[in-house]
């Protein structure tokens, strides 16, 4: 079982940064890929990033890329996700989410444990 406590989501005017954070519980983060993912009003929950467990493997939503950088530091059971150059689409709550087997990495599906979600702002 993994707990997942997003952080750092906030208001920021368009072209701001925010540097998301997710802790996790357990003694075997380093076992887990773990994705961010965003909800806005009224949409489907979409892919952002995903990095595997060990942080060789990354995998980027195609318009997050240059912009949206995804780390993890397994000493402190972290993922942090780094957006830059951020507008007003980005407006969403973002989930991180953990997978044992992330036989799909895009897919909201193949995620086993999620956060609460942590609301990001872009004002214009």
């Known amino acids: 079982q993994v707990q997942l406590v997003e952080s750092g989501g906030g208001l920021v005017q368009a072209g701001g940064s925010l540097r998301l954070s997710c802790a996790a519980s357990?003694?075997?983060?380093?076992?887990?890929?773990m994705g961010w993912f965003r909800q806005a009003p009224g949409k489907e929950r979409e892919f952002v990033v995903a990095i595997s467990g060990s942080g060789g493997r990354l995998y980027y939503r195609d318009s997050m890329k240059g912009r949206f950088t995804i780390s993890r530091d397994n000493a402190k059971n972290t993922v942090y996700l780094q957006m830059n150059s951020l507008e007003r689409e980005d407006t969403a709550v973002y989930y991180c989410?953990?997978?044992?087997?992330?036989?799909?990495?895009?897919?909201?599906?193949?995620?086993?444990?999620w956060g609460q979600g942590t609301q990001v702002t872009v004002s214009s």
């Open positions: 357990g003694r075997t983060f380093s076992m887990y890929a």
């Open positions: 989410a953990a997978s044992t087997t992330p036989t799909n990495w895009y897919d909201p599906r193949y995620y086993d444990y």
